[in-house]
């Protein structure tokens, strides 16, 4: 045979198999032919993953804009994906934030209140931007990863076996309603037939047509038991396939565990750190002097700072120390023993860094700025800021 012909026939059928599915379809629409209805069991199936497929979309997307709202970013991630390329590491906005604080910071010199306090803000605002780098890589593996799986892979496949039983239910129909006229057209013939009509050739006539349409009529319905029986098939496999739906509903509950999970640890660290951020800010005096040696007046303190302010002067032994024993100390020659407050980081070899409730002494030194003191700890020696310790008696 050749396989030009076998083409072309088969080209044929595949254009005869759509003109009928077109017009049945047509008909249907219309109200002039029947439709084979799926059992409810199925359409609840079918729905239910229509459902899941509207809602998991949703979620998806929304989920993506709340992890990286900037739009222009997601559509460079986007291309980066098909291309199965990596896409560049780009500083987030908290880390900026945190790398021109510290560099203001640095500008204005460690040694000032400001400075200081901008460089401790904006280390904090570099480990937020770590923890919320640390939360799009675990939200995106654990939780939009494999809601993506869902609707590239499994739904397509489900939406895939649904338009083939569609079209299997449309041939189903389509022979249903050839059978019906095919039966229509035996009956009709056989009446014509059993009349009294004159003259042998009519009658060898009727008898031919009556055989022919006998002939279509078991063509017709042995073409629908086979379809009936096709149908039957893609209907069973589609519904296996639409029974996952609940599988799928359970693993999309153990993602959104993960999802919260990650939520949770990143809110927790953030809380974490804007704690400790408070607490060193809160021991920073209120009246400092600025870079151009101006006295800046802050303003009054809320009730959280004084209720820092307070425990920060509070001694182990339930003694307090005001501010003003530390400013005393600067006036006279002598020295006295000090808990250190909170955890300092020497920004330079002229300081001394200083771990919580440790005891080091002071003393001061004629000349050094109003807001430090000289400190020592066994060979070590070096500045330490006056609001992070607690002066002993």
């Known amino acids: 045979m050749n396989i030009m012909d076998f083409n072309v026939k088969k080209l044929a059928a595949d254009a005869g198999t759509f003109l009928s599915r077109a017009v049945q379809f047509t008909e249907e629409k219309l109200g002039q032919a029947e439709k084979t209805e799926l059992d409810a069991h199925l359409e609840n199936l079918l729905s239910k ?66 400075g200081n306090a901008l460089i401790k803000c904006g280390e904090t605002q570099k480990r937020i931007g770590t923890a919320d780098r640390e939360l799009i890589q675990t939200s995106a593996l654990n939780f939009l990863t494999p809601l993506r799986n869902f609707i590239e892979g499994d739904y ?33 013939a056989s009446q014509l037939n059993s009349a009294r009509l004159e003259g042998d050739n009519i009658m060898v006539n009727f008898s031919y047509m009556l055989n022919f349409l006998h002939v279509k009529w078991l063509k017709s319905e042995q073409e629908l038991r086979i379809t009936q029986s096709e149908f039957d098939r893609q209907a069973e496999i589609t519904r296996l396939l639409l029974e996952g739906i609940s599988s799928t509903h359970a693993h999309h509950l153990r ?10 640890t990143y809110y927790a660290q953030c809380y974490q750190y804007m704690l400790d951020l408070q607490k060193q800010l809160g021991s920073f005096p209120s ?13 009054a303190p809320s009730a959280s700072s004084n209720v820092i302010g307070s425990s920060a002067l509070t001694s182990a032994s339930g003694l307090v120390t005001s501010p003003s024993n530390l400013i005393d100390l600067k006036e006279c020659s002598g020295s006295r023993k000090a808990r250190v407050l909170y955890d300092y980081d020497a920004a330079n070899s002229s300081e001394l860094s200083l771990l919580a409730d440790e005891v080091i002494t002071v003393f001061s030194v004629v000349g050094m700025d109003s807001d430090w003191l000289m400190g020592e700890r066994g060979n070590q020696k070096g500045r330490v800021p006056i609001t992070y310790l607690e002066l002993l008696n």
């Open 49 to 114: 993953a229509e459902c899941t497929k509207i809602w998991t979309e949703k979620i998806m997307k929304q989920t993506e804009v709340l992890l990286q709202p900037n739009p222009n970013a997601r559509i460079e991630e986007f291309v980066y994906e098909k291309l199965d390329r990596k896409a560049p590491s780009r500083i987030n906005n908290p880390e900026l934030l945190g790398q021109y604080m510290i560099d203001a910071g640095t500008e204005f010199g460690p040694g000032t209140a400001y």
């Open 156 to 188: 397509k496949t489900i939406a895939k076996e649904r338009k083939l039983l569609q079209n299997k239910r449309l041939d189903l129909d389509a022979a249903k309603t050839r059978l019906k006229k095919a039966k229509a057209a035996e009956t009709r």
């Open 255 to 264: 993602c959104l565990n993960d999802f919260v999970e990650a939520q949770m």
């Open 287 to 299: 009246n400092y002097h600025c870079n151009n040696n101006q006295t800046s007046v802050a303003p």
